[in-house]
């Protein structure tokens, strides 16, 4: 089966902890990205990367890491510095090269994380 | 960043009736895509309708593409059950590679 999976679905996360969140994708796409959903709202984008050992930030990327070590994973680290990380996250892929235009997105099931 | 916007929000509809959507946005694009997400679910590919394009049918969706009025709409005919879900559009903007979403129209079909 051809797709994207994040696990786990639930985490709960004491504050003052770092917490990851894992992304895989075997469609061999290039471009991998996360995403932050609240209640209500639409997407908003934490970091997003093109090729291998490449990143950058997106719109809200304060209090989260990541690292882009495999073409399949890009895993997403929410930090303590994160001040409200209870959220829903995303994860997509898309077979987009850098330079090129964004084309269609391939999501991932999503991580519910919440802050005790 | 600069992103789509629905209008209406919320929709409730019933079963057999049709479903319109309408999203905006504030600069020249390269693509508009839709996608649909229900309840606690990722995100699903809809239809994806370029600049130089008016008019984009899939199924029981019809999107059109106003580049004038920097608008696109999204219908869905003969509504369903199971077409209750939450509808977003995004926009590509061209030098940009990433995607910008609108903050979503939630669509309740009543069988």
């Known amino acids: 089966d051809g797709g994207i999976t994040q696990s786990p679905k639930y985490l709960f996360r004491k504050e003052g902890q770092n917490v990851t969140l894992s992304c895989e994708q075997n469609?061999?796409?290039?471009?991998m990205y996360w995403y932050r959903q609240d209640p209500g709202q639409g997407l908003r984008l934490i970091y997003y990367?093109?090729?291998?050992?490449?990143?950058q930030k997106g719109d809200i990327a304060e209090g989260y890491s990541v690292s882009r070590e495999k073409k399949e994973s890009f895993p997403l680290t929410v930090t303590s510095a994160q001040k409200n990380p209870t959220a829903f996250y995303l994860c997509?892929?898309?077979?987009?090269?850098?330079?090129?235009?964004?084309?269609?997105?391939?999501f991932g099931p999503g991580t519910r994380l919440t802050v005790l | 960043s600069q992103q789509g916007e629905e209008d209406p929000q919320a929709l409730s509809i019933q079963e057999g009736e049709n479903a319109t959507m309408n999203c905006s946005y504030k600069t020249s694009i390269n693509n508009l895509q839709w996608y649909r997400q229900n309840s606690g679910r990722g995100l699903v590919h809809l239809i994806l309708i370029r600049s130089n394009e008016r008019e984009k049918h899939s199924g029981r969706l019809r999107v059109t593409l106003d580049t004038s009025k920097k608008s696109s709409s999204l219908l869905i005919t003969a509504s369903r059950a199971a077409d209750t879900a939450s509808y977003f559009c995004a926009t590509a903007y061209y030098g940009n590679n990433r995607l910008a979403f609108g903050k979503g129209n939630q669509v309740v079909v009543i069988p």
């Open positions: 469609l061999n796409h290039d471009a």
């Open positions: 997509a892929s898309s077979p987009e090269r850098a330079g090129l235009s964004t084309d269609t997105q391939y």
């Open positions: 990367s093109q090729i291998v050992n490449d990143f």
